[in-house]
């Protein structure tokens, strides 16, 4: 549900071409992945429009609609993470709609931050056009979340990231969004994003009927450590696996692929592998109104905790 590249290919850069979108969808169904939302994050116009051009005009069924991740979020560094400042801004109706003009009505998910101007009449506006409002890049209090959930938002997007590196034990925004029965969360399980105790309480918290795992996957998923670009800025991923702009203390999108991330959700919660396999498949299908987009054959190594993938089948066409 939140895919910024993979297998080398940056959806963020407007130099990638649509070989190179179907490039990274037949690596990404190596992993099992049968439908995805490429996502956008805070750019230009220009590049924004110039990046949606070339994944709608790959015309994959494997693609179900865009994720624009910004440009209304934080300005702060830290709950802005890895998104380009210059282009961060207040939330405008009239600059959603040209977006979605540009990207053919294509736009499925937006993420904001609900205290940036004008957030709370924007997610009234998306959630009347059947668009789904994520929180996330975000300061917010209390009130502010409880506005925007209020107002139609029904998910955190990677919850536990995407904020102050430091912020009081209680209140915080974390529990207002734990604590919240409206609120679906999608968890990035790559062990960098959220220690292993931390992903596994904000299961407990939300129970797995409102967990979505993502990967929040950049260019660098499904290759080795190196160099790569992330809407033109440089990240590095280190022998660990931790994607991150040089020198800069908050991470950039990861190297995770959906199978590891339903392996090391296994392995830190201890729950059964059908329910996290449902965490990645039919809780995001659910929480975008659509039917699961095929079937998928994998085996899995009990004590190693390690799935393969050995067929993937898509849906029959309607």
């Known amino acids: 549900m939140q895919v910024n590249g993979f297998a080398g290919v940056d959806f963020n850069d407007g130099k990638t071409t649509p070989s190179d979108v179907l490039l990274a969808i037949n690596r990404m169904r190596q992993t099992g992945v049968t439908r995805f939302l490429p996502t956008l994050i805070t750019s230009s116009l220009e590049r924004f429009a110039a990046c949606a051009r070339t994944l709608l005009k790959v015309r994959h069924e494997a693609i179900a609609g865009l994720h624009m991740e910004g ?80 107002a139609g938002a029904r998910l955190s997007t990677h919850l536990g990231n995407g904020c102050d590196l430091a912020m009081p034990r209680h209140p915080n925004l974390l529990w207002d969004q734990l604590g919240n029965d409206s609120l679906y969360a999608s968890l990035i399980a790559d062990g960098h994003h959220l220690p292993a105790e931390t992903l596994k309480s904000m299961v407990r918290a939300k129970q797995p009927e409102r967990i979505i795992l993502i990967t929040d996957a950049t260019a660098a998923a499904g290759c080795g450590p190196g160099i790569y670009s992330l809407a033109g800025e440089t990240v590095v991923v280190d022998e660990s696996g931790r994607v991150a702009a040089p020198g800069k203390p908050w991470l950039a999108g990861s190297a995770l692929t959906l199978d590891r991330a339903v392996s ?41 905790h390690q799935l393969s993938v050995i067929k993937v089948v898509d849906a029959p066409s309607s």
């Open 264 to 304: 090391r959700t296994v392995m830190f919660t201890g729950l059964p592998l059908a329910t996290v396999w449902n965490m990645a498949s039919l809780r995001p299908a659910e929480y975008l109104g659509l039917k699961p987009g095929g079937r998928v054959t994998v085996s899995w190594d009990e004590r190693a």
């Open 71 to 150: 440009p209304y979020i934080s300005p702060e560094d830290g709950p802005r993470g890895a998104h380009a400042r210059r282009f961060v801004g207040a939330a405008s109706v009239d600059d959603f709609r040209r977006r979605q003009e540009l990207a053919d009505g294509q736009i499925r998910i937006v993420t904001l931050a609900p205290e940036v101007p004008g957030a709370i009449p924007l997610i009234e506006y998306l959630v009347e056009q059947q668009v789904r409002v994520a929180i996330g890049h975000t300061a917010a209090t209390a009130g502010k979340i409880g506005d925007a959930v209020k």
